[in-house]
């Protein structure tokens, strides 16, 4: 990928993939210093017909910055092209990012949007979506809340009315393990 170089030349942490074997092609996001602020960008790779991307997935504006934030990004990426980038952002509401990614181009269909039902201290995100073809894809999103609770939502992409929707937030632990 990338003929051996970096898929940075900034400094760079937190990285996170997804990997789909339909067309052994993958996708990487990660926090990348930006001046003195970071954004969330992305690389996705095809090797079947050897089409590499690096783009922004999301940021926050340089007033509110990510210089002391660990945004710990992820990406979930579903048959259909659909991808879903999730991170943190400054007050630890969860931000995300929705696209068409079919390399070489991506299609946004929403960016830098805040989390339905996320307020602050709201952290580590995770993703999962299914790769195999079904009538529907559902992003499963799990997180953390302050120290001790975990949170799950699913969420899909609704075409005919070119919006999010959201499942009730279910709470699996709670302060109990």
Same mark, same amino acid.
Request: hydrophobic share 30%; with cysteine.
């Given at each position: ?5 970096? &898929? %940075? ?6 990285? !996170?993939?997804?990997?789909? *074997? /339909?067309?052994?092609?993958?996708? +990487? ?39 002391? &934030? %660990? ?6 990426? !579903?048959?259909?092209?659909? *991808? /879903?980038?999730?991170?943190?952002? +400054? ?87």
């Amino acid at each position: 990928m990338n003929d051996g170089k970096p &898929l %940075n030349t900034d400094e760079a942490k937190l990285p !996170s993939m997804d990997y789909r *074997a /339909l067309d052994n092609a993958f996708v +990487v996001v990660w926090q990348e210093k930006w001046g003195t602020d970071y954004k969330i960008r992305y690389a996705v790779y095809r090797p079947d017909n050897n089409t590499f991307r690096i783009d922004d997935a999301g940021w926050e504006p340089p007033s509110q910055g990510f210089s002391d &934030l %660990n945004a710990n990004p992820v990406v979930g990426w !579903s048959y259909g092209n659909k *991808a /879903l980038f999730v991170w943190e952002g +400054v007050t630890h509401q969860l931000y995300y990012s929705f696209c068409i990614l079919n390399p070489p181009s991506t299609h946004w269909l929403k960016r830098n949007e805040l989390l339905r039902r996320t307020s602050q201290d709201y952290y580590n995100p995770t993703i999962y979506v299914r790769k195999e073809y079904s009538s529907a894809f559902i992003f499963h999103l799990a997180w953390q809340y302050f120290e001790s609770d975990n949170y799950y939502q699913n969420i899909h992409w609704d075409e005919l009315h070119g919006r999010m929707v959201y499942s009730d937030l279910e709470y699996p632990s709670r302060n109990d393990g």
